[in-house]
T-cell receptor, first 115, second 111 residues
Framework: DAGVIQSPRHEVTEMGQEVTLRCKPI?????LFWYRQTMMRGLELLIY????????DSGMPEDRFSAKMPNASFSTLKIQPSEPRDSAVYFC?????????????FGAGSRLTVL | RKEVEQDPGPFNVPEGATVAFNCTYS??????FFWYRQDCRKEPKLLMS???SGNEDGRFTAQLNRASQYISLLIRDSKLSDSATYLC????????????FGAGTRLAVHP
């Protein structure tokens, strides 16, 4: 299995531009998570999907952030317009949807720099 | 109070040393506990789950104290390759088992 695949690995953009991060979860995993990691705030859960349905988006910072999961093998996290404070590493993670199986497998992350 | 708290470190130890990290959590209803390891500029990876009775995996021992609401990780005979950030992870029930990550404890093992 190729694991959780994220793209792009690095993105440098200017303030105001739209950013789209992509994620392909492990095949057969029903749960997908988007996390953001910064030095100041650590790992923060942004949104959680189960069977492609958003279950918890309470961590999404504001309306500039949106996430979709059109099918079981693909998810996007979009920031529009981007701001310098959005600079962070964004991780996608997936897990099996069975009792007790809370183990997350993370992708390698997308490092975003907004100038 | 943060939901999951860890000493950020860094813990600087020589090879062969024994080192222990603690982590406290605020929600007494938490059900599952884990330690993840994160190398510099890499993604977090599961190190081990933490069971009520305590569990061991080679040089690593994890323990849970529900009464005091803390979990611990003990690393014996430290190796240079153990240098990393160790993240304490706790599930909070609220419709689903939401994973809350601590900020991590940084370990640096030196020759």
């Amino acid at each position: 299995d190729a694991g959780v695949i994220q793209s792009p690995r690095h993105e440098v953009t200017e303030m105001g531009q739209e950013v789209t991060l992509r994620c392909k979860p492990i095949s057969g995993h029903n749960s997908l998570f988007w996390y953001r990691q910064t030095m100041m705030r650590g790992l923060e859960l942004l949104i959680y999907f189960n069977n492609n349905v958003p279950i918890d988006d309470s961590g999404m910072p504001e309306d500039r952030f949106s996430a979709k999961m059109p099918n079981a093998s693909f998810s996007t996290l979009k920031i529009q317009p981007s701001e310098p404070r959005d600079s962070a590493v964004y991780f996608c993670a997936s897990s099996e949807n069975s009792a007790g199986a809370n183990v997350l497998t993370f992708g390698a992350g997308s490092r975003l720099t907004v100038l | 109070r943060k939901e999951v708290e860890q000493d950020p470190g860094p813990f600087n130890v020589p090879e062969g040393a024994t080192v222990a990290f603690n982590c406290t959590y605020s929600n007494s209803a938490s059900q599952s506990f884990f330690w993840y390891r994160q190398d510099c500029r890499k993604e977090p990876k599961l190190l081990m789950s933490v069971y009520s009775s305590g569990n061991e995996d080679g040089r690593f021992t994890a323990q849970l104290n529900r009464a005091s609401q803390y979990i611990s990780l003990l690393i014996r005979d430290s190796k240079l390759s153990d240098s990393a950030t160790y993240l304490c992870v706790v599930t909070f029930s609220g419709g689903y088992n939401k994973l809350i990550f601590g900020a991590g404890t940084r370990l640096a093992v030196h020759p």
